[in-house]
């Protein structure tokens, strides 16, 4: 079966701390993709990456893959109140030129407190 | 519009009712999905579709759901019969190829 794991999948945490979100996936691929849901919101894209040894950084937010190790993680440097949300990775299980059925980790619901 | 939309927004329906929920994706964009969200959860997929074609459907939980695309455009999800188990966020995105999904701001169906 086909597995996509967050982990934690809650953290609260002060501003300007720093921490790192996981994200296990069981099958072979080389295409994830992380997304944040504000509360009552839509999902919005923030990284794709699409090799091995991919490294993304946006602002306060830096992700990475390791399709070896089948592990992606998102590093929150300095975090602000502002980064409080639901964060989700998706993996694409098939790679190559498919772009559907993606499979959801359960999300990791991030709290910074003042 | 700059972004995915979806109408209504929100739908009240009672039990046994059809309902058609609309996708209008992003200008150009090939691929286009459908998924349902619980609340706390991830999206769930539902179908896909490139173009007008769609390549899969093994999301749809049973008959009573349907989905067409047939200008390779907008979309609809039909869900004859509604049950209230049926109620949930329907979220639909779309996406040019090899690239990141980009989704709506979903209609909340509420089944009585």
């Known amino acids: 079966e086909l597995k996509v794991e967050q982990n934690p999948l809650f953290l609260s945490m002060q501003e300007g701390k720093n921490y790192t979100i996981y994200c296990n996936y069981s099958t072979t691929s080389d295409r994830l993709y992380w997304y944040r849901q504000d509360p009552g919101k839509s999902l919005e894209s923030l990284f794709v990456l699409l090799s091995n040894g991919a490294v993304k950084q946006e602002g306060r937010l830096m992700a990475s893959l390791d399709t070896k190790a089948r592990l992606s993680t998102l590093h929150i440097t300095a975090a602000v109140h502002d980064l409080s949300a639901t964060y989700f990775c998706?993996?694409?299980?098939?790679?190559?030129?498919?772009?559907?059925?993606?499979?959801w980790g359960a999300g990791t619901k991030l709290i910074i407190k003042p | 519009g700059a972004g995915v939309s979806q109408s209504p927004r929100y739908k009240v329906t009672k039990r046994g009712q059809d309902v058609a929920l609309r996708c209008d994706p992003i200008?150009?964009?090939?691929?286009l999905y459908w998924y349902r969200q619980a609340l706390g959860q991830g999206p769930e997929f539902l179908t896909y579709?490139?173009?007008?074609?769609?390549?899969?459907k093994s999301g749809l939980p049973n008959d009573r759901f349907s989905a067409e695309r047939p200008e390779g455009s907008i979309s609809t999800l039909t869900i004859q019969r509604t049950e209230q188990r049926d109620s949930a966020m329907y979220r639909c995105?779309?996406?040019?190829?090899?690239?990141?999904?980009?989704f709506g701001p979903g209609t909340r169906l509420l089944v009585l």
């Open positions: 995105a779309s996406s040019p190829s090899f690239s990141a999904q980009y």
């Open positions: 579709f490139n173009y007008e074609a769609q390549q899969d």
């Open positions: 200008s150009g964009h090939v691929s």
């Open positions: 998706a993996v694409d299980p098939k790679g190559g030129d498919s772009n559907y059925q993606l499979i």
